[in-house]
């Protein structure tokens, strides 16, 4: 127990300093089995956020060799990433400034996404967790 006043504020302190070093929460990637190949949609290396919302990779694998497909994310700057599979199918893309709702928010940058991809005239939508709690997209 500590009861000196000095030594309980080193010890406040020393948490609080404690609390902005600690490791940012890794989010989690989901993926979809789908008749365009398997789609994997999640937050870049677990952690990577951009100025205004989560970096997500997009990544296909046993898709369609050769083709050309299409990713789109939520938010106002996320837009749409075109990538060809190799031919194996296998292929991903980044999209950027991801956001949880497309109106942009206090809280956007924390729960989880939808983003859609496409390859042809079939299209699916794969849930990804993203993690920017400091990037309010709005």
Known sequence: MIRHPRALGLA???A??????VAPVAASADTVQSPIG?????????????????HVR???AGGLPGTSYAATGIGVFSGTSTFVTDGTGAGFTDLHNVWVHPEGGVT???????V?????????????AINCPGQKGG
Not at 16 to 21: E, M, T
């Open 16 to 21: 609080a300093l404690a609390a902005i070093f």
């Open 108 to 114: 956007d940058g924390v729960g989880v996404t939808q």
């Open 58 to 60: 997009v990544t296909v």
């Open 38 to 54: 398997t789609v994997t949609a999640e937050q870049y290396l677990g952690v990577y956020c951009d100025d205004l919302g989560a």
């Open 12 to 14: 406040a302190g020393g």
């Open 116 to 128: 859609t991809v496409g390859a042809g005239s079939t299209v699916i939508t794969v849930p990804a």
